[in-house]
């Protein structure tokens, strides 16, 4: 990933009636954990170019699209901020570039890694940028994290995982700075609502 120059989500019935809708209620409820579960589909994360490469030597040019495409998305969908300092608070030193358009200037993370998957489907394949942390005072640190804030099990070593495939669904450009600790009040939102340990669940 290219550096640029730094600047420093019953009722109930009586009697035998209650009795006899329960066994259909569970029923449908199986069918319907099954069928969401049976949804998923298996994803790799790869931090370069280079790693999808030799896994998939026939099929480079795919690796090399499905890498620039979730490097486009980064570009719009990742965390902003004013100052370096701020950026760096979450994702830790180093971590964050200078990023200069014709309606301003911000500091984002680096894209840290990729997520594929169906890289040889004749049909789509499917990739997406993610970040990790490497500041003490974040809550992600080590962890792979979407733009949106959704944090999967596991820390950066893991690189297998059985997603949903809504974790592809495009997201809607970042227009806007955040303050510091901002993404960081996200996860941690998320992870309360139940939101990253659903997440968490695509990599189950």
């Known amino acids: 990933m290219t550096q640029q120059k730094r600047t420093r989500h019953i009722n109930l019935r009586q009697m035998r009636k209650a009795f ?3 066994p259909l209620a569970l029923g449908v409820a199986s069918v319907f954990v099954s069928a969401c579960a049976d949804n998923r589909q ?7 170019l280079d790693e999808c490469k030799q896994d998939f030597p026939d099929a480079m040019q795919r690796c090399e699209a499905a890498y620039q495409s979730a490097v486009k998305e980064a570009s719009k969908t990742a965390p902003r901020y004013n100052s370096e300092n701020d950026c760096e608070y979450e994702f830790g ?10 309606n301003g200037s911000f500091f984002m993370p680096f894209m840290a ?6 890289l040889m489907s004749p049909n789509r394949y499917y990739s997406r940028p993610l970040y990790t942390s490497y500041s003490p005072y974040s809550s992600f640190r080590s962890r792979w994290v979407t733009a949106d804030g959704h944090v999967f099990n596991g820390d950066i070593r893991k690189r297998n995982y059985r997603v949903r495939p809504d ?23 998320k992870s309360s609502w139940g939101s990253s340990s659903r997440s968490g669940g695509w990599g189950g």
């Open 20 to 22: 006899a809708l329960r």
């Open 167 to 189: 974790i592809y669904k495009p997201k809607p450009a970042v227009n806007r700075t955040m303050s510091r600790g901002g993404f960081g009040s996200s996860v941690r939102a």
């Open 42 to 48: 298996d994803a790799r994360i790869y931090t370069s």
């Open 113 to 118: 890694g990729y997520m594929v998957s169906q």
């Open 93 to 102: 030193q180093n971590q964050c570039r200078y990023v200069e358009t014709n």
